[in-house]
RNA sequence: GUGGCUGUAGCUCAGUUGGUUAGAGCAUCGGCUUGUGGUGCCGAGGGUCGCGGGGUCGAAUCCCGUCAGCCACCCCA
């Protein structure tokens, strides 16, 4: 026997079930929002990611030499051919873009908890709209699609956080763009290294002054209120232009609560300035969905990407987006029972006495199939002790019963199988019988 | 790429200081059972004890290596 590839899952039908609740879910809610459903090749030139995300990219991916020497890659990730499908039509598409997509990513990593090679994504983007609207739209979206799935404030938070303000405030304290990024980088390193560590590192990019500016970043970072923002910065001697731009960006910062607030996710959204999510492409509000206790991992992320679509040969374009990964997801929600058991099954079960029975049954069989019931019968000859046995296994409704007896009547029986009750019908009116059971 | 832990039946596990032909429960299949089910009785199949090597009269058990899985680091689009 062959074993599957390292990080890579087989689905039986349990699991198969398990994960098609979640699309369900996912494409429900979706469309429920007024996102139209898209897809995108699996199999990628492999520039596509090298010219998103660099050279070092190469080592994560599933990629390779086609038969025409084609470089090409597995997708990693969605947001490239996104980027390409509406970048290639955006002068005919009517704007704004909102698209969702469900489907399996590949990356080359070390599998761990929460981490495989292949894994599903709900993908959901706005693109062509810049304002804050569009940000409160996606950001209700994941809320909307984790309630759904019986998540509570109990259970998650989104922590919203900023580029836009970061960069605004680092720049206000005398910091250059570039000596921004790095102290973002050390800030998204924080969470999960030591103090010590955190604070040798500020001093390393920082110097002399690495105290004071972590001091104040840490400040900035424990912040849970927009009040409390406000205060914050109006308190920092920070420089007159800077200090015009925030107030300008904590208007935004209003605007998008208070849409948040309208759709029903305000009590769900925490400000929380110390995600930053990577330094790759985002330019402003970006959020994660985190799960309040237990492992402090994300269940979902993304944020806005205005300069992208331009960098990747398209039109300039705003555009935001969040991926939720069904990894983290599962395992989240399996831990609170809150996934189906088992799989779909037969409404109904048949149970025939013998070959003449299956030749007259299997056309009874057949009419409340097209009639859009599930029937299941036995393959093969088996008795009545048996067959009951896994008719009461099979999780079907009701059992059709082909006897001699029966038949010879013209009939079959119908027994209710949780509560064992049996009527005898005749086979002409069975169809209609069965609808009113259903 | 680095480190830690774990590998016995489909699953959960037992297996004595190394001692005959490696066990149990669950699951599966068959029979009792061509007329009434989940939880009855009887039975069967299923194992190169992860793999390779070493040492021993003798290894699931001890030693070395290796592979896989999990966990952590790195990375995280």
């Not at 898209?38 to 599933?62: R, T």
């Not at 189906?340 to 109904?348: A, L, R, Y």
């Not at 029966?406 to 069975?430: A, W």
Request: with cysteine; charged share 30%; hydrophobic share 40%.
């Amino acid at each position: 026997m062959f074993n599957s590839l390292p990080g890579f899952r087989e689905f039986y039908p349990e699991e198969c079930a398990r994960r098609n609740y979640l699309f369900d879910a996912f494409r429900r809610v979706a469309l429920r929002f007024g996102f139209k459903e898209y897809d995108a090749p699996v199999l990628e030139p492999l520039e596509l990611y090298i010219e998103k995300s660099g050279e070092e990219i190469v080592s994560q991916l599933f990629n390779f030499t086609d038969r025409g020497d084609r470089e090409v890659a597995l997708r990693p990730e969605l947001t490239p051919s996104l980027a390409r499908l509406v970048g290639a039509k955006a002068s005919s598409l009517p704007m704004p873009v909102k698209w969702f997509n469900i489907g399996e990513h590949y990356r080359y990593e070390r599998p761990q908890k929460g981490r495989l090679r292949a894994f599903y994504q709900f993908n959901g983007d706005i693109l062509g709209e810049s304002g804050t609207a569009a940000d409160a739209e996606l950001i209700s979206l994941l809320v909307e699609i984790l309630r759904v799935l019986g998540l509570t404030e109990k259970d998650f938070r989104i922590r919203l956080s900023d580029r836009t303000l970061w960069f605004l405030f680092l720049e206000g304290l005398g910091f250059e763009e570039a000596k921004s990024f790095e102290i973002l980088s050390i800030l998204d390193k924080s969470e999960k290294i030591s103090a010590e560590k955190t604070n040798a590192l500020y001093q390393e990019i920082l110097g002399a002054k690495a105290k004071e500016t972590a001091l104040k970043i840490e400040k900035l970072k424990t912040i849970q209120d927009l009040e409390e923002l406000r205060k914050f910065l109006d308190s920092e001697d920070l420089n007159t232009a800077s200090k015009e731009k925030l107030d300008a960006r904590l208007e935004d910062w209003t605007t998008l609560i208070g849409y948040l607030g309208g759709l029903g996710a305000k009590s769900f959204v925490q400000v929380d300035l110390g995600i930053v999510r990577g330094l790759a492409y985002y330019t402003g509000f970006v959020f994660e969905a985190f799960e309040n206790e237990g492992q402090f991992r994300a269940l979902a992320g993304g944020g806005r990407y205005n300069d992208l679509v331009a960098k990747l040969g398209g039109p300039e374009l705003p555009a935001a987006g969040f991926a939720i990964g069904d990894v983290t997801l599962t395992d989240c929600l399996d831990r609170r029972n809150l996934l189906p058991q088992g799989t779909e099954n037969p409404e109904i079960i048949t149970i025939l006495g013998g070959e003449t029975e299956r030749l007259e049954a299997i056309k009874d069989i057949t009419i409340l199939r097209r009639a859009g019931f599930s029937v299941a019968y036995p393959l093969k000859n088996q008795g009545f002790g048996k067959q009951f046995k896994s008719a009461g296994k099979s999780g079907a409704k009701i059992a059709l019963i082909y006897g001699g007896d029966e038949l010879s009547e013209g009939k079959v029986k119908i027994r209710n199988l949780s509560t064992g009750e049996e009527n005898l019908v005749d086979r002409s009116d069975l169809e209609i019988t069965v609808r009113g059971l259903f």
